[in-house]
């Protein structure tokens, strides 16, 4: 009677153990492409329009037989930015592409518009330490929170709500989901930099920052300076942009210094505008030349191969560029320049005398366009149950000699790194890069010196830390490349 009831027991056992197998079969999601959607877009955009695209052999053309075979692939990576990622050649060489859960944010940020305090920064290494960081204010964005609080540019930081600023906490502190923080103010005395008791609390709101900072004509004996601070290549401000160059013909200006130095890029096509703005005598030339991978430079060459190419233009639409006629510019750099700041140094190079005056710049010589889950994979008729999009790097940009190496940045031609000590007000004539360019443009400064205050070691700046920083983009992918590819 035992024996039986101990059979019987393994029996039941074994039968409710099959049952739960059973039933964690049925939990299991099984691959197909109606719960992969998300993944199915990663990988059929990549496949598209990715820059490297041949050297990932999971993006091959021939890499699946058929959809299941994908699919069962694609079931590996639950997480899609960890698939974003696996489908990517390394940092090294793919320093610059990203993907977001939500376009409106994305769409927003290449606009200029954001979840900002106003306090646009850099940050550096504090002296002798390869940990703590500290912060230094660049400027106030006109308009937000920071613009009627105590702090303006030159200030330093190196606390956020009482906890020191790290290599490894910098972004939970400042980029972290709490829109209120108060910064610990410091100074900088012999060789420390030390807590000065002073706070400022700062709120994020929705800002949308006007990239036009300064404007104005210095005039120096028969010299007329136009000097603009431009801080980011923002289409809805191209028409602003214009404005302000229609102020400088109109005031006779007869040398130019364009401030790129906190610029970090943004619109190929503002791109284009401003150096015809600059220009004007080569309308119809090119500017710049777009590389793409195999499969869509052989679509371009065989369909349109003026496609490719950007050209000097006299007219934002049906508005008529205001050029300024320059034969030469004088463009400020630091090492924040970076995409379209660093693609009006190299387009303009064949075609008028570009002098660089600072620092070394990002070397970003690549651009993107942003990528839906779409029929086409443009912003219309997107998929409604996800807000997934990608920002991958398309495209390489050289100027029309065919350069394009930068990947280190580019050199100034006369050096002058900004120094704290040193910064001076932006737009002043005795701010050090600025007077050093009206040295040069007057003909009073004959030697470069680099200025005497303290250097220390840059580790990041508010843009870049920014995902939608440092950007070159286009506004959609070419027309008709998916009709010729489907």
Aim: glycine share 8%; with cysteine; net charge neutral.
């Amino acid at each position: 009677m035992k024996k039986y009831i101990s059979v019987l027991t393994i029996a039941i056992l074994l039968l409710s153990t099959l049952q739960a197998c059973q039933k964690d079969q049925d939990d299991i999601i099984q691959p197909n492409s109606e719960n992969l959607e998300v993944q199915n877009f990663i990988w059929k955009g990549l496949n598209q329009y990715y820059l490297w695209q041949t050297d990932v052999p999971n993006l091959a053309d021939n890499r699946f037989a058929n959809q299941t075979a994908k699919d069962a692939f694609l079931i590996n990576y639950k997480v899609p930015e960890e698939l974003f990622d696996a489908l990517r050649v390394g940092p090294t060489i793919d320093r610059f592409s990203w993907m977001v859960d939500d376009y409106v944010t994305l769409e927003q940020s290449l606009q200029g518009t954001s979840k900002n305090n106003g306090v646009d920064f850099g940050l550096s290494y504090k002296p002798n330490s390869t940990t703590e960081v500290f912060g230094y204010v660049r400027y106030i964005i006109p308009g937000s929170d920071a613009a009627n609080k105590d702090i303006r540019r030159g200030d330093i930081f190196t606390a956020v709500n009482g906890t020191q600023l790290t290599v490894s906490n910098y972004e939970s502190l400042l980029f972290g989901t709490n829109d209120n923080y108060t910064l610990n103010m410091a100074d900088y005395v012999g060789s420390t930099i030390s807590s000065n008791g002073k706070t400022v609390a700062l709120t994020k709101t929705t800002l949308t920052e006007n990239p036009i900072l300064v404007k104005k004509v210095i005039t120096i004996g028969a010299k007329k300076i136009g000097y603009l601070m431009y801080n980011g290549f923002y289409a809805d401000f191209d028409l602003q942009l214009n404005t302000a160059f229609g102020d400088f013909k109109t005031q006779g200006i007869t040398d130019l210094v364009l401030d790129l130095r906190y610029n970090s890029g943004g619109s190929v096509r503002t791109a284009t505008y401003l150096a015809s703005m600059i220009t004007g005598q080569h309308t119809g030339k090119v500017f710049a030349k777009q590389q793409w991978n195999s499969k869509i430079n052989a679509y371009f060459e065989r369909e349109d191969p003026n496609g490719l190419r950007n050209f000097f233009t006299d007219k934002i639409g049906s508005t008529p560029i205001n050029s300024v006629n320059m034969s030469k510019v004088y463009i400020l750099t630091t090492k924040s320049s970076a995409s379209a700041s660093e693609l009006i140094i190299n387009g303009l190079k064949p075609h008028v005398n570009v002098v660089q005056i600072g620092d070394v710049t990002t070397g970003k010589n690549v651009g993107s366009v942003t990528l839906y889950d779409s029929p086409d994979l443009g912003p219309n008729n997107k998929n409604p149950k996800h807000k997934y999009a990608m920002q991958p790097i398309v495209l390489k940009i050289v100027n029309s000699e065919g350069f394009g190496d930068y990947f280190n940045g580019l050199t100034p031609t006369h050096e002058l790194k900004e120094t704290i000590s040193t910064f001076g007000v932006l737009g002043n004539e005795n701010e050090p890069l600025l007077k050093l360019a009206i040295a040069k443009i007057t003909g009073t400064g004959k030697m470069t010196t680099q200025s005497t205050g303290k250097q220390f070691e840059f580790f990041k700046d508010s843009k870049s830390m920014n995902p939608f920083g440092n950007q070159m983009y286009l506004e959609k992918a070419p027309d008709g490349i998916q009709k010729a590819f489907n």
